[in-house]
């Protein structure tokens, strides 16, 4: 059974840093492009971050580009998001996800849901004074 497992969200004033985790089982991780998506209180889904298999390509949405670090360690299993200087808009659940693909040439950046082969439940992001 595949199996995504998001962690490291929580309430943070703006201007601060959060460490978002994704442990992944089930599948071939590390043969596997990655993702986060975030989806925003009423709001639709919307492209985080891409990185490729090897971890030596990364992807960043312009919203966020600067501010969040995608990595992963193919060892442990696990896909990570370091987010800096957050903002209010940065409030979402934040997933990961494996997206159709996500090369060293090019990284799925769409928000059809059921294009991405597996989804976890999502980690809950609050930026608030």
């Known amino acids: 059974e595949v199996q995504l497992e998001e962690s490291g969200g929580g309430l943070v004033q703006p201007g601060g840093s959060l460490r978002l985790s994704c442990a992944a089982s089930?599948?071939?991780?590390?043969?596997?492009?990655m993702s986060w998506v975030r989806q925003a209180p009423g709001k639709g889904l919307e492209w985080v971050s891409g990185i490729n298999a090897g971890g030596d390509y990364t992807y960043y949405a312009d919203s966020v580009k600067g501010r969040f670090t995608i990595s992963r360690d193919n060892a442990k299993n696990t896909l990570y998001l370091q987010l800096n200087s957050l903002k209010t808009e940065d409030t979402a659940m934040y997933y990961c996800?494996?997206?159709?693909?996500?090369?060293?040439?090019?990284?799925?950046?769409?928000?059809?849901?059921?294009?991405?082969?597996?989804w976890g439940q999502g980690t809950q992001v609050t930026v608030s004074s």
């Open positions: 089930g599948f071939s991780f590390s043969t596997h492009g």
């Open positions: 996800a494996n997206p159709p693909y996500c090369t060293a040439d090019y990284c799925y950046t769409g928000v059809q849901r059921h294009q991405y082969n597996y």
